[in-house]
């Protein structure tokens, strides 16, 4: 009797858990490579910048974005590229609200009040976070919003001390 019941809080248990992630326990959840594009960006400074994130586990992933923009006097320079690091505190894994570490080596011009223009580059460390939904259906489509701050390694006289970032992103799992 007491085999009976031990086997049955085993397959109870097991089936709980595989109904909770909705994925295959055994090889993880779902497709663990992401591309994205920010469409915030763009539309609100005609920034374009693309994503790409590889999930290491069911709520950490490593990644890098790389952005170009045509002004490079806007505040955050014409040109960045940089790695982060997210951990996510969802129920379902790989989505819901997360934090990150980045950093960002970025290049632009700095205006000076006497007329005399710097060019720049700079690398910035810092935090932040937001929140991804995935499509429930095939976890294929993705859609994030987050926030940022970080601080410049190097800054040089009359060049600003935090980089920011903002962002709504789409994006496609494979």
Not at 92 to 105: H, I, K, L, N
Request: aromatic share 18%.
């Amino acid at each position: 009797m007491k085999k009976v019941l031990l086997l049955f809080l085993c397959l109870s248990f097991g089936l709980t858990h595989a109904q909770f992630f909705r994925g295959n326990v055994g090889r993880g959840y779902g497709p663990s490579h992401e591309v994205k594009f920010n469409i915030g960006q763009f539309l609100v400074t005609t920034t374009v910048e693309g994503g790409y994130e590889y999930f290491l586990s069911d709520d950490t992933s490593i990644g890098g974005s790389i952005y170009f923009d045509n002004d490079a006097t806007d505040y955050n320079g014409d040109f960045g590229i940089g790695p982060q690091f997210r951990a996510y505190f969802g129920r379902d894994p790989r989505s819901g609200f997360f934090a990150e570490a980045f950093g960002m080596y970025y290049t632009g011009i700095d205006e000076d009040i006497l007329a005399v223009d710097q060019n720049y580059s700079t690398f910035a460390l810092g935090l932040g976070m937001g929140s991804k939904w995935v499509t429930t259906s095939s976890e294929k489509f993705s859609l994030e919003a987050y926030a940022g701050f970080g601080r410049n390694v190097n800054a040089e006289p009359g060049q600003d001390t935090f980089l920011y970032r903002a962002g709504l992103s789409i994006g496609f799992r494979f």
